[in-house]
């Protein structure tokens, strides 16, 4: 069951690593939910916590390029930990100070994509920057604020939604 998880996996994500990682959160989340179950149902269960946990990657994936593309921008390509939200600091300044309106500009954007999740309501933003700034996943997000998986999706999804609509509206395509 495990080599045929595994080739699964690296077939929809085609990459070694990932597809390791989704096939040991699949187990784990079998092992945590259903070790109770009879021996002969976990094989049907594990394929459809594999397929959702391979969907929730591609979900993952999806959001988090759609907010950390632009924001890549504003980081600096040698420091990969570095947060987009601090990144207007020394470094990116000294290489826009000859360009004062790109300078102008990536401050101008920070701040408005800041105040538009400062306007989400609080369950919302706590999810949002919580898997996608905090690069939690869906298990520790909802441990942390104490609620279902589901529910951290649902306020991601409605997060996500509401800022792409709020940026639209400003004239900023991510």
């Not at 980081?75 to 930990?81: C, L, R, Y």
């Amino acid at each position: 069951m495990e080599r045929r998880a595994y080739k699964q996996a690296l077939f929809a994500v085609r990459n070694e690593d990932i597809a390791l990682d989704i096939v040991q959160d699949a187990m784990l989340k079998l092992a945590e939910k259903y070790g109770d179950k009879p021996a002969e149902e976990l094989p049907m269960l594990f394929q459809r916590i594999l397929q959702n946990t391979i969907r929730d990657f591609y979900r993952r994936q999806k959001v988090r390029s759609l907010w950390m593309t632009p924001l890549s921008a504003l980081t600096s390509a040698n420091d990969e930990d570095a947060d987009p939200l601090e990144t207007l600091e020394v470094e990116n300044q000294s290489k826009l100070a000859s360009i004062p309106h790109a300078q102008l500009e990536q401050s101008q954007l920070l701040a408005i994509i800041e105040e538009e999740i400062k306007k989400l309501p609080p369950r919302q933003r706590e999810a949002f920057l919580m898997r996608y700034w905090e690069d939690m996943d869906i298990a520790e997000t909802a441990a942390a604020m104490g609620c279902s998986e589901g529910s951290v999706k649902t306020h991601c999804s409605r997060a996500t939604h509401t800022l792409a609509v709020a940026l639209k509206a400003k004239g900023i395509e991510l």
